[in-house]
């Protein structure tokens, strides 16, 4: 994974951001493997004397494709989460110099 650190000179994001922003996006990325993985693994016909069949046996295929899609996040996956944080930490940043522009604005503050 590649470290991505703000522009020191007029960012507004903490290194705590940034690590929230990063983690956001491998979760992201881990929603989209384990939709591909459930699919991949849905397609798997299984003999019935070999692993049981049933609900037992769908709940376990279920675990494990979530469990595989987020080791590969974790481990780089297919390179989303390093797409996607550029934009996620431009979004950050505009929401932190928003609250200094607008602060305290509307009826709930």
């Given at each position: 994974m590649p470290q991505i650190n703000a522009d020191p000179a007029g960012s507004t994001l903490t290194q705590s951001q940034i690590a929230r922003v990063r983690k956001q996006a491998e979760d992201y990325e881990g929603v989209f493997l384990n939709t591909l993985t459930k699919q991949m693994f849905s397609s798997i016909k299984t003999d019935k004397d070999a692993m049981g069949g049933g609900f037992g046996e769908e709940t376990w295929r279920s675990m494990q494709a979530e469990q595989l899609a987020n080791t590969m996040a974790q481990n780089g996956g297919l390179g989303?989460?390093?797409?996607?944080?550029?934009?996620?930490?431009?979004?950050?940043?505009?929401?932190?110099?928003?609250?200094?522009?607008?602060?305290?604005?509307?009826?709930?503050?």
């Open positions: 989303l989460a390093d797409q996607l944080m550029p934009d996620l930490l431009a979004m950050q940043e505009a929401a932190n110099n928003q609250s200094k522009i607008m602060p305290n604005m509307g009826a709930y503050k």
